[in-house]
């Protein structure tokens, strides 16, 4: 609460400097005579920065405005001007000498500023394996300074630097003031003071000193002095052997890790542990980096100051770690280091790495050699540079393991120890299992030179106490315990014909026929009395003169009743057939369609259910009905599809005509078409074409039309009236005639009954099909020809120049 009043009060004294003059802020209790209108730039600066460093808003002091006279229309147009200054200020304009952008800064949620630095982090693919690179190739990791944090006491303050000068309580003064380029900063009424140089705790203590020879309630205590820290310098720091060597602009809050992520951390050949931190032309702090990435450390991690240098050296030993530790790589060692820091650089081994012994590679003046570093040298061997370590895994095989499998209950690998003995073994696996086969066990043991060998074991005579059965184990041996279930035939039995779930089942001993009908889920309704089971012929002789494969057995059973009175006893591999009945087929119907007197689906009644018998029943054809219009459209069957596709056309290998009628059948003749000759049948009942009906034909009757469709390619698709006695070529030309693709000698007609015929021809006369109404007329395309090129007709005109010549010569 006292915070927002406070925050009110100073708000509400900045409205009343409006409209007087900078003496008056202090002064000024009435806001009724304030004219926005005349408002300088200067004024409007000043409240925006009075506004931020308190954290308040225009907003949030309209209330008070109002309350003190200030009218509605004046603060509407100061909110308005307020917000067009912070935006035109808000916008990066470019030196009209330099043409360069301003310096963008960057400002912390508490007021705070600083000038922004970026540097594009570029991922360093050639030193990836150096320890530590990682810490600068990543752009999170920056290690810039927080502007949130409270200023540091030891700050020292120079050109640049802006402080935040508060007088609170009895008197309020609050003012943004840079440092000059002299080192100085100017309080008005109070003059100039000389702060560079000083620590921000030392320059506060000064500047309490000065405001209070002017300020008399500050010497008496009646108000308090606040200073702080609002912008901070920028510095120049050098970085000498990194990756991105050069001056660098920084905060003078930064410190040596974050100049060293800008740079992009050492060079290729850069010293990760020995960076020389240059002030006045002195060495001012070595940097070891090992020390923040290993514990943490960040006590090298030291504040930076103007025109510092950075220097990273080459590095003096590097080594290189292989293998199975946690984190490999290339390490930088100093001198007086051991193989142990190493190892604790590599964050130590990892669960699968021999750690008895490591393998190291050395350089001498003139080749390689190899060195073995043993356990107990871990702590002294000193690792020379360029030494490469080679950790191992340990080996892939167990010392003291045992392994039981089989019908025990807990089969696995148990520890071994000396002594153990196939029942010591048995009893850690909790016993053996129901099944288990006591006559036999076998071990499969691994000898000194690798090789195997089975040991058999009496399980019976092991666990009864018997110490010659009962014998001793060793390491990776195998023990399998044997169920009697593993020398038992698999039996099965079969079941086929009128049951719900045919095929072949488990036997079980004691199977009768009444459980395996209930098993396959019951009889179908379809089932006979009649059962035929076929068992298999066991005999340790051959007897030629017995020509029987099989044992047949036939039975009959209540066909509508699963639990037979006698019930048969199966034996295993034995195979039922439940016979259909004789006589048992569910009514099956045909569709009769069109120009009838009551179309629909009917019923064959008997097995020779004729055209004629389904018509008449159908109510006869009424008298728009075309009588040679009548066809039976058939389903084609799948089988048909699967014979012709089995048949050998002895067509080539390229030849797909095959594959083409398989697939029209399948996607596009759904039906075959059975024309009707409906008038020779009402004549004659005995007329072939008074055919027997199938379950799904079709008959239709088509309604009489007296037009003929003409199509293909022709030049109009049409359909042209029927006169009688004109011929096909009649109307060929009623519809323009062929097009230039049209096989006029190859047209065929369709007729209503869906019979078909072509065009004939004989020596040079063409005999063309009859036209009947409702009839369809079908150009077909030409096929294509390829025409033969010159070299071709050179080649023939060539042959019968050869064969003149031969003729020629053969009569003189």
């Given amino acids: 609460m006292k915070k927002i009043t406070y925050v009110l009060t100073l708000c509400f004294i900045l409205l009343i400097s409006l409209g007087v003059n900078a003496q008056d802020i202090m002064k000024s209790k009435d806001l009724s005579t304030i004219q926005v209108d005349y408002l300088s730039d200067d004024d409007l600066a000043k409240i925006s920065a009075q506004l931020k460093s308190n954290n308040a808003t225009i907003d949030q002091v309209e209330q008070m405005a109002l309350s003190k006279g200030m009218s509605q229309n004046e603060f509407n147009k100061l909110k308005i001007k307020l917000n067009e200054y912070e935006k035109k200020n808000a916008k990066i304009s470019k030196d009209d000498k330099n043409n360069k952008p301003k310096i963008e800064e960057k400002e ?40 949130k944090l409270a200023t540091p006491m030891n700050y020292v303050l120079g050109p640049g630097d802006e402080l935040q000068v508060s007088v609170y309580g009895v008197q309020e003064y609050n003012e943004s003031i840079p440092v000059s380029v002299e080192g100085k900063i100017t309080i008005q009424y109070v003059g100039q003071i000389a702060v560079s140089g000083m620590t921000i705790e030392a320059a506060t203590q000064k500047i309490k000193a000065a405001i209070a020879k002017v300020y008399s309630t500050v010497r008496s205590g009646q108000s308090q002095v606040s200073v702080s820290l609002g912008r901070i310098r920028t510095i120049k720091v050098t970085v000498v052997g990194g990756k991105q060597p050069g001056n660098y602009s920084i905060s003078s809050l930064a410190t040596v890790y974050n100049a060293l992520h800008l740079a992009g ?33 960040q006590s090298d991690n030291v504040s930076l100051k103007d025109n510092d ?41 990892n669960e699968f790495a021999y750690t008895a012994s490591v393998n190291v590679m050395q350089k001498t003046g003139k080749e390689f050699k190899v060195h073995d570093i043993n356990e107990s040298e871990y702590n002294s061997y000193s690792p020379q540079s360029g030494d490469v370590f080679r950790i191992t895994k340990i080996l892939n095989r167990f010392e003291n393991r045992i392994k039981i499998e089989g019908a025990v209950f807990r089969p696995d690998y148990y520890s071994f120890s000396e002594g153990m003995r196939i029942s010591d073994l048995i009893a850690r696996a909790e016993g053996l299992k129901e099944d288990a086969y006591t006559k036999r066990a076998r071990i499969i043991r691994l000898k000194t030179d690798l090789t195997t060998e089975i040991v058999n074991v009496d399980l019976s005579a092991a666990l009864s106490g018997d110490l010659n059965a009962d014998i001793e184990l060793k390491r990776e041996d195998i023990i399998t315990v044997y169920s009697i279930l593993d020398f038992r035939e698999e039996y099965k039995v079969t079941i086929d014909g009128e049951v719900k ?47 029987k494969r099989v044992e047949l057995v036939e039975l009959e059973i209540t066909a509508d009743n699963n639990e037979q009175i006698k019930n048969f006893v199966l034996k295993p591999f034995d195979v039922i057939n439940i016979r259909r009945m004789a006589v048992y087929e569910k009514p099956q119907m045909v569709i009769v369609s069109g120009a009838v007197g009551y179309p629909g689906k009917y019923v064959l ?137 049209g096989w006029k000698k190859k047209a065929y007609i369709i007729y209503p009954n869906g019979k078909a015929a072509v065009t004939g ?17 079908v150009v077909p395309e030409k096929p294509e020809t390829k025409k033969m090129s010159a070299g071709e007709w050179v080649g023939i005109g060539s042959v019968i120049s050869s064969l003149a010549l031969l003729i020629v010569t053969a009569f003189k």
Avoid: C
Wanted: avoid cysteine; proline fraction near 4%; glycine fraction near 8%.
């Fill in 605 to 741: 009644a008997n097995k020779k259910e004729t055209v004629y018998n389904v018509v008449m029943r159908a109510g006869g054809l009424t008298s728009i009905a075309n009588l040679d219009g009548m066809k039976i459209k058939r389903p084609i069957k799948e089988e048909q599809i699967e014979q012709l596709e089995s048949i050998d056309l002895n067509l080539s290998k390229n030849d797909t005509l095959k594959e083409k009628l398989t697939k029209k059948l399948k996607e596009e003749l759904k039906y075959a078409t059975i024309p009707v000759n409906w008038e020779k049948i009402v004549k004659d009942k005995n007329h072939f074409s008074n055919v027997t009906l199938f379950p799904g034909d079709e008959i239709e009757v088509a309604v009489y039309n007296e037009g003929v469709k003409v199509t293909g390619n022709v030049l109009l698709t049409s359909e042209i009236p029927y006169r009688s006695g004109k011929s096909f070529k009649y109307y060929l030309n009623a519809v323009g005639g062929v097009d230039n693709k």
């Fill in 501 to 547: 779930n045919p095929g072949e089942y488990e036997y079980f001993e004691n199977l009768t026929l009444n459980d395996l009908v209930v098993q396959v889920g019951g009889l179908t309704g379809s089932a006979s009395k009649r059962v035929e089971i076929a068992r298999m012929v066991k005999s340790d002789v051959i007897d030629d003169t017995d020509p």
């Fill in 265 to 297: 951390g050492p060079g290729k050949n850069g010293s990760y542990r020995n960076i020389e931190l240059i002030r006045n032309n002195k060495v001012y702090k070595n940097i070891d980096i090992y020390r923040f990435l290993v514990k943490g450390d």
């Fill in 309 to 349: 240098v950075i220097r990273i050296p080459a590095y003096s030993q590097r080594v290189v770690v292989e293998g199975e530790v946690k984190r490999p790589g290339i390490f930088e060692m100093k001198k007086g280091e051991t193989f142990s820091d190493l190892l604790n650089f590599a964050s130590g081994f």
């Fill in 761 to 777: 021809s004989f020596l040079f006369f063409r005999s063309y099909p009859k036209v009947e109404p409702d009839s369809q007329i």
């Fill in 108 to 147: 912390s949620e508490f007021g705070r500023k600083q000038e922004k630095v970026k540097n594009e982090k570029i991922k360093d693919s050639v030193n990836a394996l150096i320890f530590g690179s990682e810490l600068f190739d990543n752009p999170t990791l920056n290690f810039e300074p927080d502007l």
